[in-house]
C-alpha cells in the first residue's frame, strides 16, 4: 500500500523546488506563496538543513542551486590576503565615519581589527559579539551591542529582538558582508542572518557591501538588497562584466584596494 505524504513533506518538496528555481527567495515570500506562517517556513529549512536536503558546503552549490558557507570558524583561514586588502580599502574610504552599523562575519572581523586601530572617537552598532569584541580594545570607540538568539557558529544575534532594536538607530553608513554576489543583488546565507542584515541596510546613509572575489556570480538563499545608488562594493578584483554591468547600471560604486 502507496504511503500519503503529509503535508509538511508536501511543503518541504515544494520549498525545494521554489529555491531551486529562484535561490534568491524571501522567508516571507514562501510563506505567502505556501499559504503558511513564516515560522513554520523557518522551522521547515531548519529541517532540510537537518536532513541534509540544504547541506552546507564552501564555494559550490547542494543539488537545490542554493548556496551556503562554513562556520565563521572555518572561514577565517580563507582568502585571508584579499580579505585584508578589503579592510584597509574600506578603512581608507569610511574609516573616519562617526557612526556605523557593522554586520558580522570573516570579512567584517578584518575590518574590525583595521579600525581597532583608529584614533578618533567612533559609535558602532553591531550585532555581531566577535566584532564587538575586536573592537573593544580601544577606549575610543563606543560599541553597542544590539539584543537578540544568540547564534553560536556565527557568534551573532538575531531575532524580533534584534530586528526591534534597530529601528532605534540611523547610522552615518552601514557595512556588511556577503555570501554572494549577482546582478539581481547582495544575498546571505544564513536566513536569520540574512534577515538582520536586510533590516541594518535600511537603516543608514550609506551601505558598504565588503566581499571577496568568491562570492562574484553567485546568489545566496536570502536577497539582502538589489544594488542601488547608494550602495558600494569594497572588493579585491574587478567583477565580470555581466555583475559590473549591473552594479554600474543601478548607480552603484565599485572599490577596489589598488585603485584608491
Not at 505524504?5 to 534568491?24: F, G
Not at 586601530?117 to 559579539?129: D, K, L, S, V
Request: no cysteine.
Amino acid at each position: 500500500m502507496k504511503r500519503t505524504r503529509s503535508r509538511k513533506e508536501v511543503r518541504q518538496t515544494q520549498i525545494l523546488a521554489s529555491l531551486e528555481a529562484n535561490p534568491t527567495l524571501r522567508v516571507n515570500q514562501l510563506a505567502e506563496q505556501l499559504d503558511v506562517s513564516t515560522e513554520t517556513i523557518r522551522r521547515d529549512l531548519s529541517e532540510l538543513d537537518q536532513i541534509g536536503r540544504l547541506s552546507r558546503t564552501y564555494g559550490g552549490a547542494v543539488s537545490n542551486g542554493v548556496r551556503f558557507e562554513p562556520a565563521l570558524t572555518d572561514r577565517l583561514s580563507l582568502h585571508v590576503h584579499e580579505r585584508q586588502a578589503i579592510a584597509h580599502a574600506a578603512m581608507e574610504r569610511f574609516g573616519k565615519t562617526e557612526t556605523m552599523l557593522l554586520g558580522g562575519g570573516a570579512t567584517m572581523l578584518h575590518f574590525a581589527r583595521a579600525l581597532r586601530e583608529t584614533q578618533q572617537r567612533h559609535t558602532i552598532i553591531t550585532p555581531a559579539y566577535q566584532i564587538a569584541v575586536e573592537l573593544s580594545a580601544n577606549p575610543l570607540i563606543e560599541i553597542m551591542l544590539l539584543p537578540g538568539v544568540f547564534e553560536a557558529q556565527e557568534r551573532i544575534v538575531y531575532g524580533p529582538e534584534t530586528i526591534r532594536a534597530l529601528d532605534r538607530f540611523r547610522a552615518d553608513v552601514v557595512l556588511v558582508g556577503a555570501s554572494g554576489l549577482a546582478p539581481s543583488g547582495v544575498s546571505e546565507a544564513m536566513l536569520q542572518v540574512g534577515e538582520v542584515y536586510s533590516e541594518m541596510l535600511r537603516h543608514a546613509e550609506r551601505s558598504v557591501v565588503l566581499a571577496d572575489h568568491s562570492k562574484f556570480g553567485k546568489r545566496a538563499l536570502m536577497l539582502l538588497s538589489g544594488w542601488t545608488r547608494h550602495m558600494t562594493l569594497v572588493t579585491d578584483r574587478a567583477p565580470d562584466p555581466e555583475l559590473k554591468r549591473a552594479v554600474r547600471e543601478a548607480g552603484a560604486e565599485i572599490i577596489l584596494p589598488n585603485k584608491l
